[in-house]
């Protein structure tokens, strides 16, 4: 059976980064109910046997005006990210969701060890702004890498973040490569050890994501206690 889809009203698109957008729309027929972390589809009316499917994490906690937040990457050529390039506010769109299992874990979880490649960072930052809103933030630590300086998504949000939750670590790291996580190793095991509660969520492509789930299970982690969250 087909998922339920519905319209939605672009409110507005703003550019992040030199190659990321920031996509809010407002659905229309009925409020989606969420968990931060979660995803939705998009299906956009064009493609070879239409509508071409697209998935994107939401960037944003519930709100009470119901409004969705998307990240979008640029991909060159790329079929969906040049679609949604060409839409403008008042545009709809429409969508089904949410989607996926990579959320919070239960509230007794001590500490949380987020690590994400780009736009991986998307659902993170929906954890943690929500989890900030509740009240300080319980011990976290936030890993990411970048491609480049300039596209550090949320970058002097998270700065400022760190200053005022005194239990938040942000720690940027760039590289143009995926694969090249030396750096990001390195502050891995100078973060996570176990025995000390630590969940950890890793969001990105999988060249990124699954290994440093296995550097996690080096260092004694169950292959079950890493949470992964994979675009490719």
Not at 36 to 41: A, C, I, R
Not at 55 to 61: M, R
Not at 132 to 144: C, E, H, M, N, S
Not at 214 to 219: A, C, G, I, N, Q
Request: aromatic share 8%; glycine share 6%.
């Amino acid at each position: 059976m087909a998922e339920p889809t519905q319209i939605a009203d672009i409110v507005s698109l703003t550019g992040l980064t030199p190659h990321t957008t920031e996509l809010v729309l407002r659905p229309i027929e009925r409020s989606i109910l969420f968990k931060p972390g979660q995803w939705l589809s998009l299906q956009l009316p064009f493609g070879d046997h239409p509508p071409l499917n697209r998935a994107y994490s939401l960037a944003e906690p519930p709100s009470p005006t119901g409004h969705l937040t998307l990240v979008y990457d640029h991909v060159p050529e790329g079929k969906g990210s040049c679609y949604l390039s060409s839409l403008r506010t008042g545009d709809r769109i429409s969508l089904s969701g949410p989607y996926g299992r990579f959320v919070l874990p239960d509230p007794d979880s001590k500490n949380l060890l987020l690590i994400g490649r780009y736009s991986g960072l998307v659902p993170l930052r929906c954890m943690i702004l929500s989890l900030a809103r509740q009240g300080p933030l319980p011990p976290t630590t936030l890993i990411t890498q970048a491609p480049g300086p300039a596209e550090q998504l949320y970058h002097e949000e998270f700065i400022a973040l760190a200053k005022s939750h005194p239990s938040f670590r942000y720690l940027p790291l760039v590289s143009d490569d995926p694969t090249n996580m030396a750096t990001t190793i390195a502050a891995i095991r100078q973060v996570a050890v176990k025995g000390q509660n630590f969940t950890p969520m890793i969001a990105g492509i999988k060249s990124f994501t699954r290994p440093l789930r296995t550097l996690f299970m080096e260092l004694g982690f169950d292959r079950r206690e890493v949470r992964l969250e994979t675009y490719d």
